[in-house]
């Protein structure tokens, strides 16, 4: 019996630079089964793909955004205007580079006497971490590193720890009940009871997991943040041209999709989508980038707005 999947990635804006019909500025919704709701990134009509979604803004902890380019950041005071008059009270999560960081809180003013709510700005720097969730000892970190752009820029990672999870039937036949003292066996590794000693890998019924997905922003494809994105499950990559544009994509900070697939080769990710696509491919113009990334990488996906891509599924330990 599968428990459905671990976390659910939507595509609300896949452009470049200006918005299109087809594709709005970008913006990735990330989700996982506890509720935990990062946006990355928040490009114009990020609020309107929202709400073809269903979801409220009010829903999100945390916008992490990779840098001041206005095609990453105009959907921002909108999304805050939202929340505002969305009664939001819960305080908000704000990751991003200094520039931005100044933006929020000096020009949007985003102060908890005007919003009602409490805006935390986390100013990204260097390489760096904040841990978004910590529940029965599963957490869910959002991580930030330097990528190669014409501005100061960031990519990020969310990485999900997965805590070890106990067998029922392992300690059936140890003549055991599981009880509160469980959790110092997660914690410590073993726990003792009355009358017996139980060891962690003993009743273990499958081991802790790691779950990582990548996003870059707008990069190109230096070597600077490739260990930040190894082992991916699912990176996202800045794929703005096709490789016959190669030259512009250096003078502009971009990524080529054949380049974006050569670095999900390097850094060993498991699926790459493409993204942040320039606004010349349009409709069916657009698979040239895909079909040129799947020459090197072969499990690529081209974005397009409202996509969303599941991770997981978590199996289920039967009991019999
Ligand atoms: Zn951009
Ligand atoms: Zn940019």
């Known amino acids: ?20 019909l087809e594709r709005f500025l970008p913006g990735i919704l990330v989700r996982d089964r506890i ?52 009664g939001r009270s ?12 100044w933006f929020v809180s000096e020009a949007l003013e985003a102060k908890e006497d005007r919003l ?9 720097k260097g390489r760096g971490s904040l841990e978004v969730n910590r529940a029965s000892g599963d957490t869910l970190t959002l991580y930030w590193f330097p990528v190669c752009h ?23 036949a140890l003549g055991v009940k599981p009880g509160p003292w469980l959790r110092d066996l997660l914690e410590r590794g ?10 962690l890998e003993d009743v273990i019924g ?13 990069t190109s494809p230096c070597d600077d943040y490739v260990e930040s994105i190894r082992g991916s499950r699912v990176l996202i ?16 900070g971009h990524s080529t999709s054949k380049e974006a697939a050569e670095k999900a080769l390097e850094a060993g990710a498991k699926l790459l989508v493409l993204t942040h696509i320039s606004s010349r491919y349009r409709g069916f113009e657009a698979r040239r980038l895909l079909e040129e990334s799947r020459k090197v990488f072969s499990n690529t996906l081209l974005s397009r707005d409202l996509m969303r891509v599941t991770l997981g599924p978590l199996e289920h330990h039967p009991r019999s």
């Open 1 to 20: 019996m599968s428990l459905g999947y671990l976390a659910e990635v939507v595509f609300l804006g896949t452009g470049a630079t200006v918005p299109t």
């Open 35 to 86: 509720g935990d709701a990062i946006l990355l990134d928040s490009g114009e009509g990020v609020q309107l793909r929202l709400a073809q979604l269903g979801v409220s803004p009010s829903s999100i902890d945390v916008i992490a955004v990779t840098h001041e380019h206005g095609d990453h950041v105009n959907g921002l005071p909108g999304l805050l205007q939202s929340m505002y008059v969305g």
């Open 90 to 101: 819960r305080g908000l999560t704000i990751v991003a580079p200094a520039s931005i960081a």
């Open 116 to 124: 009602g709510f409490k805006v935390d700005v986390i100013v990204a």
């Open 150 to 172: 014409t501005v100061e820029a960031y990519g990020y990672s969310l990485e999900w720890k997965l805590r070890p999870r106990i067998s029922l039937e392992k300690f059936e």
């Open 190 to 199: 073993e726990a003792s009871l009355e009358s017996i000693r139980v060891k």
């Open 206 to 218: 499958r081991s802790g997991v790691t779950v990582k997905i990548s996003y870059t922003g707008d």
């Open 237 to 252: 990559h800045d794929s703005t041209f096709h490789s016959e544009l190669e030259v512009e994509a250096r003078g502009k």
